[in-house]
């Protein structure tokens, strides 16, 4: 921004671009350094001179408000505003009011529920951690008033727990600077990517941020100076890149080993990926079923009509002696007795006449995603491909996975209040697979084909599974 006689002037460019536009939905920013709260600042004064106008700025939390308040004095106590309250309430003198608030208690998305709010700027959207606590949020921007339209000013950089919902609403739905308008709604929406780049004072002012952004590791000066959404501060999976670990589908020959992993969900979605693995013991996921039925909340109902589909989707696949994979992996919590009759892992296996029968997947979570690093990790340099890839039509996977963010508290875990459903269920899978190698090129030898070997050789229990008709999924 510049100041000339202590008027507020935008930027030119992108920051004038962002405050010229009339659009329902306008996202801005992307990298550090754009100008963001500036803007969405300025952007709020838009109608300030009607009487009956009613503003809202959200923060994360109370500390990140103040900052806010702050500076929203230096630029609006000069056009007569009053500070009120704690959070604050900024009256003008035509009777407009902008309101502060911020997402810091749980019922946070609820309590503006019935307000009418005819412009409102949410900063950091992507601490937001799902769109559907955004959809309540922004339910309250709507107008009675026909020259006051409902508007939303979004900011953010790439990250956070709500990283992914964000890049699809806004990100991936069309072209940066496009308006996109929601076939349902009839509303549109723009994204306006802005870096340091479009901030002429900060690097007038501070060209040593710019060197500083510029001295970060790869992919945080990816995320940070240019506002890649494909990488991003907190991101789980680094390794992740879309020309890496995504192919085309082919046909996989029959003499490759399948395998299926099952992630169980009641109230949270339910996963199942499937599993080829080559002779120089690749992984290839060539199929998913991710289904999240809350409609289906009686006891076993979701396990008979989501095993039931599994069971259908792996009718394709060819049967080796009998036998279409070699083992199914299912959560391990799914093998508990919880006192409510029939355990989950039974009920899977009789409602699909054990064409889906499981053995429990291991409880070692950090180990697991251990593994999963080294299977996603490559090295152009060293000429290393990832050792495991997606097919392309494993749209939630692909979606899911590279989204995931690092737990606050446990860095070296995820975090579990995202989307981690189908990652769980690629660990399970994964870490079958560790500590052995094909004994001859078209017979992979994994530890869960060696354990189920020894099952069927037994023809008896052995500790912790029903007994051999686990290894036959016929």
Known sequence: MKKKQNIWMPNPGKQTVALQIDVFELLYGGARGGGKSECGRAWLLKDKDHPQYRGLVIRKNSEDLGDWTDKARQMYLPLGAEFVGKPAEIRFPSGAIIRCGHLKDENAFEKYLGHEYHRMNIEEINL???????????????????????????????????????????????????????????????????????????????????????????????????????????????????????????????????????????????????????????????????????????????????????????????????????????????FADEGHGEKISDLIARVTKNEVVCMPSSKKRIAGWTIMHQYLRWDDKEDKEPKIKFFSTCKNAIRTIPSLIHDDKRPEDLNTNMEDHIADSCRYFLQTLRGTKSKEPDQPETPGKVYFDKLMNKNKPIKGFPGNNFYNND
């Not at 900011?155 to 699809?168: D, E, F, L, Y």
């Not at 289904?291 to 039931?308: T, Y």
Request: proline letters at 8%.
């Open 128 to 334: 937001i951690p799902n769109e559907s606590s955004y959809l309540k949020l922004i339910s309250s921007c709507r107008s009675t008033i026909p020259e006051l339209k409902p508007r939303i000013f979004l900011s953010t950089n790439p990250g956070g727990a709500g990283h992914m919902w964000v890049k699809k609403r806004f990100v991936d739905i069309t072209d940066p600077m496009k308006v996109y308008v929601d076939p349902q709604t009839g509303r549109d929406r723009i994204y306006i990517p802005a870096t340091v780049d479009d901030n002429p004072v900060l690097m007038d002012n501070d060209p040593s941020y710019i060197a500083y952004l510029d001295s970060l590791p790869e992919n945080l000066r990816k995320a940070w100076r240019y506002g890649d959404w494909n990488v991003f501060e907190g991101q789980y999976f680094n390794e992740w890149r879309p020309d890496k670990h995504v192919v085309e589908p082919f046909e996989i020959p029959d003499t490759w080993k399948r395998y299926r992993s099952i992630d169980f969900g009641r109230s949270a979605p339910f996963a199942c990926l499937w599993f080829a693995v080559d002779y120089d013991h690749n992984v290839w996921v060539y199929r998913e079923y991710y289904s999240h039925r809350p409609d289906l909340n009686e006891q076993g109902k979701d396990a008979d009509v989501n095993a039931l589909a599994v069971a259908d989707m792996s009718k394709d696949d060819p049967k080796i002696e009998g036998n279409r994979y070699q083992y199914t992996v299912l959560d391990s919590a799914s």
